[in-house]
C-alpha cells in the first residue's frame, strides 16, 4: 500500500491577512517529547528560510527528532507578495499566524537580525492574550527597531528629502538594488520595543558580533539592558560578522538551542 504522508519538509502555503498573503512554511517533522520544545525559525531582512542557519537548525532538528518550522515572510523567499509592500506589521503577523497553525505545543523561536525584532514581537503578542506555549528566544545579532536606529537615524538629509517626497529609496549594495518604502519606516515605529524595560516571560539567548558591520554589536547590548525581568545571556563573537554563519558560529546557536 502506498505512502500517502506527505513529505512536510516540502514547502506548503497558509494565507495570512487581509487581503491574504501566500506564505510558505517548510516543516522538519519531530516526535512529540515531553520536555522537548519544537523550534520556529524566524529570518532575516531580505533572507529567506533556505539560508546556511535555517537549513542547519532544521538539519539539526531532524537529528534529534525535533519538529523545526521555518516560513518566509510576504515578499521574501516562496512566499507571495511584492516585498516592496512588506511592513514590520504584516511580517509580525506572518510569524504569529505561522507560530499558531502550523507549531503545536512548547516552541523555541530563533530569530536572526530583523527575526529578533520579529520574535520579540511575536512574545509580545503571545503574552498579550495568555499563551504560554513560548519555552525560550535565540536571537541572532537582533535588530530591533531597525527601521528607526540603524536605517532612518543613519540616512543623510538628502536621502530623507528623497524618501518622504517619493515614498520610496533605494539603497545599494553588493547584493543589488533593494526599495526601502517610507511605508516601512513609518509603520517601523508603531512596533519599537526598546527604550524601556519588558519582560518576555522566558529565558533568552543572544548571539552577536563584535564585528558586525550591520547591526552593532552595542545594539544587542541595548536590548540586554531592556530584557531585565528575563533569564538572559549575551555573548559576544569577537571575530564574528553579521551572518554568523561559520562552523563554530552554528554550532554556538545549536549549542544555544540545546541549552534551553
Known amino acids: 500500500m502506498a505512502d500517502d504522508t506527505p513529505d512536510l519538509t516540502e514547502a506548503r502555503?497558509?494565507?495570512v491577512?487581509?487581503?491574504a498573503r501566500r506564505i510558505a512554511v517548510r516543516t522538519t517533522p519531530?516526535?512529540?517529547?515531553?520536555?522537548a520544545p519544537g523550534l520556529l525559525w524566524c529570518g532575516?531582512?531580505?533572507?529567506?528560510?533556505?539560508?546556511?542557519?535555517?537549513?542547519?537548525?532544521?538539519k539539526w532538528g531532524a537529528a534529534q527528532g525535533r519538529q523545526v518550522v521555518r516560513f518566509d515572510y510576504s515578499g521574501?523567499?516562496?512566499?507571495?507578495?511584492?516585498?516592496?509592500?512588506?511592513?514590520?506589521s504584516d511580517w509580525a503577523e506572518d510569524a504569529v499566524a505561522v507560530f499558531d497553525r502550523c507549531t503545536?505545543?512548547?516552541?523555541?523561536?530563533?530569530?536572526?537580525?530583523?527575526g529578533g525584532w520579529i520574535s520579540l514581537l511575536l512574545a509580545r503578542a503571545l503574552a498579550a492574550r495568555g499563551d504560554k506555549r513560548l519555552a525560550?528566544?535565540?536571537l541572532i545579532a537582533p535588530a530591533p527597531d531597525f527601521t528607526e536606529e540603524l536605517m532612518w537615524k543613519a540616512m543623510t538629509p538628502e536621502i530623507r528629502?528623497?524618501?518622504?517626497?517619493?515614498?520610496?529609496?533605494?539603497?545599494e549594495s553588493e547584493h543589488g538594488s533593494s526599495p526601502i518604502t517610507l511605508k516601512l519606516i513609518e509603520d517601523g515605529r508603531r512596533h519599537m520595543v526598546l527604550g524601556e524595560p519588558f519582560a518576555v516571560g522566558c529565558p533568552v539567548r543572544i548571539l552577536q558580533g563584535v564585528a558586525d558591520d550591520v547591526v552593532p554589536w552595542r545594539h544587542a547590548m541595548k536590548l540586554v539592558t531592556c530584557l531585565a525581568e528575563d533569564d538572559v545571556v549575551a555573548t559576544l563573537v569577537k571575530d564574528g560578522d553579521h551572518r554568523l554563519s561559520r562552523p563554530e558560529d552554528i554550532e554556538r546557536l545549536l549549542a544555544a538551542v540545546a541549552s534551553l
Not at 528629502?161 to 539603497?171: C, F, N
Request: charged share 25%; glycine share 20%; hydrophobic share 30%.
Open 17 to 19: 491577512g487581509q487581503p
Open 44 to 58: 532575516g531582512y531580505l533572507s529567506d528560510m533556505r539560508g546556511t542557519k535555517a537549513e542547519e537548525l532544521a
Open 30 to 35: 519531530g516526535r512529540s517529547e515531553e520536555g
Open 76 to 88: 521574501h523567499g516562496e512566499s507571495g507578495g511584492d516585498f516592496i509592500d512588506g511592513t514590520i
Open 13 to 15: 502555503f497558509i494565507d
Open 161 to 171: 528629502t528623497e524618501l518622504v517626497e517619493k515614498g520610496v529609496w533605494y539603497r
Open 104 to 114: 503545536q505545543g512548547p516552541q523555541i523561536v530563533v530569530g536572526s537580525s530583523m
Open 136 to 138: 525560550g528566544l535565540v
